[in-house]
């Protein structure tokens, strides 16, 4: 049912059949895509693989070149570029348009959860079969006004707690920090602890944290950070983080490229970032894994969390959920669609949660 409504909103109308003229079946289209990520990252990768795919089921009828971050505008403005048809499609983040309406963050980057008790795959079997793609292009389209096609493409959290000069033992100590942290949901509940955020880019890390300007950072994960070379400016690394817990990377396409495209060429487009979704999870995986080993050869040591993080986190995230889901409808729409799904799935994942651990304890005995 998720799907044919989808189809519908994509320009079919339910229950026709869709026959692709001759004229458009034998076009070739060419899209440049503008990724919000610096060359040589995953995300780059998994990009050019996603590419492919649709190059390959296409027969060449559509064809993606991949941008890298600022090659024809700055990762904030990817949503605007796209929309305006500056470039033809834009991978970046939802929760990058919290600032112009801050469900944004519900979909890319719900804080530990949205305290619903979601977690990264419960969130993405929320967006697939719980009623979340339909808000999600409800927010892009009439939330945002923008005539674009969004869709989730690579889960790539939980991220990091963040990059130091020294081990963080304390929320008192973290909060004194100039920190590089996402822009939205997260940058809001880290003022509300008391701490001092800085939205940077990914190009910008290594300069600022060079020159001073900032005293810490966070970016995604391992496999990420690695390639960035933060290990190289700061020797002390947690990935206990609360702020991206779940962190899902967004395409958004012009909305006049989609229609143009026709719906076997939307059908091959969407089969392609379905595919992406899952070729994310587990090419994280096994890259993170092989990143955080090759981390600690650095010099670096990885350490724990403080422990007052956590409540200090989740209470200021909650206050932060609370006061925008009394002053925006929409945003308490959201809210309210995942903590009615988590109230199913949870009970049950908190079961297989325990068994993962048993899993995982396995292999020390």
Not at 241 to 249: K, R, V
């Amino acid at each position: 049912m998720q799907r044919r409504r989808f189809l519908a909103g994509a320009g079919l109308a339910a229950g026709a059949v869709a026959v692709p003229s001759v004229a458009n079946a034998q076009a070739t289209h060419r899209w440049k895509l503008q990724s919000a990520n610096p060359s040589g990252t995953p995300h780059m990768t998994l990009l050019n693989r996603f590419a492919s795919h649709v190059d390959k089921m296409s027969a060449g009828r559509l064809k993606i070149e991949i941008l890298t971050s600022g090659a024809i505008v700055k990762p904030d403005a990817i949503l605007d570029a796209v929309n305006k048809g500056v470039v033809d499609a834009g991978q970046w983040w939802a929760h990058y348009a919290t600032g112009k309406h801050p469900a944004g963050g519900l979909f890319s980057a719900p804080l530990g959860g949205s305290g619903s008790g979601l977690d990264q795959m419960g969130q993405l079997a929320w967006y697939m079969q719980g009623g979340g793609r339909d808000l999600y292009v409800e927010y892009y389209q009439k939330m945002l006004k923008t005539d674009v096609m969004p869709f989730l493409y690579a889960p790539d959290g939980p991220e990091c707690f963040g990059w130091f000069k020294k081990p963080i033992t304390s929320v008192a100590e973290f909060t004194k920090l100039r920190f590089r942290i996402s822009s939205g949901l997260p940058s809001d509940v880290l003022k509300d602890m008391g701490g001092i955020p800085v939205n940077l880019a990914g190009a910008e890390l290594i300069p600022a944290a060079e020159r001073g300007v900032i005293d810490g950072v966070e970016w995604i994960n391992p496999a990420n950070d690695i390639k960035v070379g933060l290990q190289d400016v700061f020797k002390f690394y947690s990935i206990q983080g609360l702020h991206q817990a779940i962190d899902i990377a967004d395409i958004v396409i012009n909305g006049a490229k989609w229609k143009a495209l026709g719906p076997d060429l939307q059908a091959i487009v969407e089969t392609a970032l379905t595919t992406s979704l899952f070729d994310a999870l587990v090419y994280f995986q096994f890259e993170n894994a092989k990143a955080l080993a090759e981390i600690k050869t650095k010099g670096v040591t990885v350490f724990d969390a403080p422990a007052d993080y956590a409540p200090a986190f989740i209470k200021s995230a909650k206050k932060v959920l609370g006061e925008l889901e009394k002053k925006d409808a929409f945003f308490k729409k959201v809210l309210d669609s995942q903590r009615a799904y988590a109230k199913i799935t949870v009970p049950y994942t908190r079961e297989t949660a325990k068994l993962s651990q048993l899993i995982a304890g396995a292999a020390e005995v």
